[in-house]
């Protein structure tokens, strides 16, 4: 029972801007939305995270939407480093996050 | 720093077989985590502890999957006897204070299981 929904793939050009949707309709007011990547044979790894305003970091923005049923992950400029499966997670208030089944990036030379 | 620690990396065994996986978390970390992950999927929670105490349990099956947490610091999860399902990668995660609104998990590089 997955409750965020992303497309499966998305494919971009190295060093070109990415944004990656994720849809959460029913979200609650004290969701967190986290986003993590995992690239191939690793553990998931933190990229960002917000409740309400929008987030900048090292690593990327996270624009929400503002009834928060969306949100979307924007790596400004893409590298073959950011290959990868990009999971946008709801965390509750019991701390237990909820994982879909992510977006996964390929990033063209 | 040291990241979050498991082993095996790998492991193959028969079907009925027993299997441990053993998590070593980041220093100071209190709260441990254990996912299981299928092939295409995200992980999905198996447990929570917070320090020895396991505070989610309730994705466990707890028919054949046991976990323990002694001394609040490493942990192992085990599956006894292992069925040609359980074969799935197992994350081991850790945070430092599981009930902050905002806490980050961090990953080890999890066990591929794999049950012929």
């Known amino acids: 029972d997955a409750k965020t929904t992303q497309p499966n793939s998305m494919e971009s050009n190295e060093e070109e801007p990415v944004h990656l949707p994720c849809n959460h309709s029913t979200i609650s007011g004290t969701d967190y939305i986290h986003w993590y990547r995992q690239l191939p044979s690793q553990g998931p790894e933190y990229v960002i995270h917000?409740?309400?305003s929008n987030v900048n970091n090292r690593m990327a923005s996270l624009a929400i939407a503002e009834d928060r049923k969306s949100s979307t992950l924007i790596l400004h400029r893409a590298t073959l480093r950011d290959a990868a499966v990009y999971y946008c997670?709801?965390?509750?208030?019991?701390?237990?996050?909820?994982f879909g089944s992510g977006t996964k990036l390929n990033v063209k030379p | 720093e040291a990241g979050v620690v498991q082993s095996p990396r790998y492991k193959i065994i028969e079907k009925k077989q027993p299997v441990a996986f053993w998590c070593n978390p980041i220093?100071?970390?209190?709260?441990l985590y254990w996912y299981r992950q299928n092939l295409g999927q995200g992980p999905e929670l198996l447990i929570r502890y917070e320090n020895e105490e396991a505070v989610d349990d309730s994705q466990l099956p707890k028919d054949r999957f046991s976990a323990e947490r002694l001394k609040g610091v490493d942990s192992t999860l085990k599956i006894q006897p292992a069925e040609l399902g359980d074969s799935a990668v197992y994350l081991c995660?850790?945070?430092?204070?599981?009930?902050?609104?905002?806490?980050?998990?961090?990953f080890g590089p999890g066990t591929r299981l794999t049950v012929l």
């Open positions: 997670i709801l965390r509750d208030n019991f701390n237990k996050f909820y």
């Open positions: 995660a850790s945070s430092y204070d599981g009930a902050g609104w905002a806490d980050t998990q961090y």
């Open positions: 917000g409740l309400t």
């Open positions: 220093s100071g970390h209190n709260t």
